[in-house]
């Protein structure tokens, strides 16, 4: 049995239901990185709303996915730009590698 089937018989919510997310929702994604990002939970979170967008859309988005680890720049002025596009009542979920990912 597949960890979301027996999830799904558990009763156990998966990661799109965790972080919110609703099938008509747009959610942008800012910082991915092939590397270090949680492709589970990208694969999940596309399942349910499609793609992500990125950046540089000019849509009001539902929901920012926010990549961030140590060199990315000030995390304030990521935030700020997070901020722009988003909705009244949306979300900025800021995600970070585990330890030992990016060689700490």
């Avoid at 990185?33 to 596309?46: K, P, S, W």
């Avoid at 499609?50 to 060199?71: C, H, I, P, Q």
């Avoid at 000030?74 to 990912?101: E, H, S």
Wanted: aromatic share 4%; hydrophobic share 40%.
């Amino acid at each position: 049995m597949s960890a979301t089937a027996g999830q799904a018989a558990e009763g156990v919510r998966g990661p799109a239901d965790r972080f919110g997310i609703e099938p008509d929702m747009v959610v942008m994604e800012m910082g991915y990185d092939e590397e270090d990002v949680d492709h589970d939970l990208r694969d999940a979170l596309i399942e349910r709303c499609g793609e992500l967008v990125d950046e540089d859309t000019d849509e009001v988005v539902d929901a920012v996915l926010l990549w961030y680890r140590e060199g990315d720049g000030d995390l304030v002025d990521l935030l700020v730009d997070a901020l722009g596009p988003l909705a009244d009542g949306g979300v900025v979920w800021l995600l970070t590698p585990k330890a030992g990912r990016d060689g700490h």
